[in-house]
């Protein structure tokens, strides 16, 4: 049975990547902090649930340990939180939590699992980013550095993989209806208008697309498809896309 290691299981895009793997026969060891949400997915579905910071790298040590030399097959990195704030309105603790996840965190279960799936040859590595990746927005100075930092990871790490048998790949999701906006108060007002131009995706949605590249794996992909229209434009014309999106998000 293929083993699977998901952050971020406990809401939103990781949980249901988490119970739509268990659904497809993967056997899902599911990683978020909160452990009473992920006893509940546990219940729901039959992942194994381990509680952890995934930014602790003693925590991510103990995964390791606890795994007794099992390597995951596929990993998706979809832990991430992360109010939007200007640099000014950011506090040093707030910004090394929101560089702690997404970023510090993928990097560090890459890490634990990476040189066992080299000298395995196959495995891929999924991380989950926002379009702020690639194009930050009025008041997401550390969001979108934290954002953009995952992104270079994933480049960096499709620069030392090439030709290992072990693929990076990335998938950006625009807006998703996921408990990002209740857990991160403050952050949805702050969207560009011209999100609502592109459709909404469901966690189970994004779950969906996330098997799909399990299934054709490709180092890139974003949805939906206006989004990645925009992503287009901008790589043609990044001062378009940087001046639309800044008139079309709410003043402060
Ligand atoms: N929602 C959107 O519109 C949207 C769009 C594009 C991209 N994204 C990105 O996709 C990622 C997932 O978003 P989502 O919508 O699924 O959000 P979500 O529903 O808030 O889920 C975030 C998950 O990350 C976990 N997490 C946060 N910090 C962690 C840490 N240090 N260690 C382990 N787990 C941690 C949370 O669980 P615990 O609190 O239990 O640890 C939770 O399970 C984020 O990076 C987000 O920026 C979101």
Redesign the pocket.
């Given at each position: 049975m293929p083993l699977a290691l998901v952050?971020?299981?406990?809401?939103?895009?990781?949980?249901a990547t988490a119970i739509a793997l268990r659904a497809r026969g993967w056997e899902v060891i599911a990683?978020?902090?909160?452990e009473s949400?992920?006893v509940t997915l546990a219940e729901t579905c039959g992942a194994k649930a381990v509680a952890?910071?995934?930014?602790d790298p003693e925590a991510v040590e103990r995964l390791v340990a606890q795994l007794a030399g099992r390597c995951p097959d596929v990993i998706v990195n979809?832990?991430?939180?992360?109010r939007w704030h200007r640099l000014e309105d950011t506090s040093p603790a707030e910004a090394r939590a929101m560089m702690?996840?997404?970023f510090f965190?993928a990097f560090l279960v890459a890490r634990a699992f990476l040189p066992a799936m080299l000298k395995r040859g196959t495995g891929q590595i999924i991380h989950?980013?926002?379009?702020a990746a690639y194009q930050p927005w009025p008041h997401s100075a550390l969001?979108a550095a934290s954002?953009g930092a995952l992104r270079s990871l994933h480049e960096a790490l499709r620069q030392d993989l090439a030709g290992s048998g072990v693929l990076s790949s990335h998938i950006?999701?625009?807006?998703?209806s996921?408990?990002?906006?209740l857990?991160?108060p403050g952050t949805e007002e702050r969207l560009p208008r011209i999100a609502r131009t592109f459709r909404t995706l469901s966690?189970e949605a994004c779950a969906a697309l996330i098997l799909r590249l399990i299934d054709r794996p490709r180092a890139e992909t974003m949805h939906p498809p206006l989004l990645a229209f925009y992503l287009r434009v901008w790589r043609i014309w990044p001062g378009l896309v940087r001046w639309l999106i800044r008139i079309t998000s709410p003043r402060a």
């Open positions: 952050t971020g299981a406990s809401s939103g895009v990781g949980r990683v978020a902090r909160r949400e992920l952890l910071n995934a930014a979809a832990a991430g939180a992360g702690d996840a997404p965190a989950v980013n926002s379009p969001y954002r950006t999701f625009g807006k998703v996921s408990d990002y906006f857990s991160n966690p």
